[in-house]
């Protein structure tokens, strides 16, 4: 995950800190969480073609939270010293 730490260190060069990356996408988990609570609780029926697309809704999101969890774990992982050089 090379092109994490580049980007951190752009972000940091940009005056972004660890703490505001994370900040970031936390947010970014919540939206997804929101979303797909109120996607998976909508019972309505509305046919074949559309619940296709509700779960092809609901996969993607999923995908995306496991994703940003896992960029989460990884930018924690990191050392506040790896990140900014001054």
Known sequence: MDWIEVLLKKSCDKTLTKGEVL???????????????????DKRDFGPELEELKQTEINDLD???????????YINSIPE???IHE
Do not use: A, C, G, W
């Open 23 to 41: 900040h970031s996408l936390f947010h970014m988990i919540q939206l997804s969480e929101d979303t797909l609570n109120r996607i998976q609780e």
């Open 63 to 73: 995908f995306h939270l496991k994703y940003y969890r896992s960029i989460v774990n």
């Open 81 to 83: 010293n790896k990140i």
